[in-house]
């Protein structure tokens, strides 16, 4: 069973611009989240979706926003970036319920500049 | 508000000496509790898994935590660390209600030879 790809894994955009990350979860998983880790902050919530529904969103403003197509396959787009979205952005899939293990990918690494 | 705190930024063990990291949690309910491994680069594994019954859980790698309520506690240990043990590591609670996970600052574990 392949596990969940993230794309791509490395990125660098320059301040002001925008960029889309995407992840493909688990066959089989509806629920895909979003985590934005980095140094100062570590790991931090950013949205869970399921069946296309956005179920929870972190504290996060605006300019990060996310979406699920029907194949559980999910997009996040940071508008107007800024330094201080550089960070590690990690997806996980799993089950609907929380007492099961989220898989994580292995992150996109997105460096603004 | 939930939090989690791993009150150790870095430990340094030897190898082939046991190895306790420490982790405490604020819920208000039974929380579902992991520790996940990260290797720099990489993505998060899950180690292991409470949720509920025997308060002590085995996981992957010789690892195992004991969850004690009377202290919100969820400490991993292992008898013997090996070198390939060296990594970041953190705990996290589930939030069923609101599908995420809520995580430590992370404990990095450094092997001496």
């Known amino acids: 069973k392949a596990g969940v790809t993230q794309t791509p894994r490395y990125l660098i955009k320059t301040r002001g611009q925008q960029v889309t990350l995407s992840c493909s979860p688990i066959s089989g998983h509806r629920s895909v989240s979003w985590y934005q880790q980095t140094p100062g902050q570590g790991l931090q919530f950013l949205f869970e979706y399921f069946s296309e529904t956005q179920r929870n969103k972190g504290n996060f403003p605006g300019r990060f926003s996310g979406r699920q197509f029907s194949n559980s396959r999910s997009e996040m787009n940071v508008s107007t970036l800024e330094l201080g979205d550089s960070a590690l952005y990690l997806c996980?899939?799993?089950?609907?319920?929380?007492?099961?293990?989220?898989?994580f990918g292995q992150g996109t690494r997105l460096t603004v500049v | 508000a939930q939090s989690v705190t791993q009150p150790d930024i870095h430990i340094t063990v030897s190898e082939g000496a046991s190895l306790e990291l420490r982790c405490n949690y604020s819920?208000?309910?039974?929380?579902?509790l992991f520790w996940y491994v990260q290797s720099p680069g990489q993505g998060l594994q899950l180690l292991l898994k409470y949720f509920s019954g025997d308060t002590l859980v085995q996981g992957i790698k010789g690892f195992e935590a004991e969850f004690k309520r009377s202290q919100s506690s969820f400490n991993l240990r292992k008898p013997s660390v090996h070198w390939s043990d060296a990594a970041e590591y953190f705990c996290a609670v589930g939030t069923p209600s609101n599908y995420q996970l809520i995580w430590g600052a992370g404990t990095k574990l450094i092997i001496k030879p």
């Open positions: 996980a899939s799993g089950d609907n319920t929380m007492n099961t293990e989220a898989f």
């Open positions: 819920y208000g309910a039974t929380p579902y």
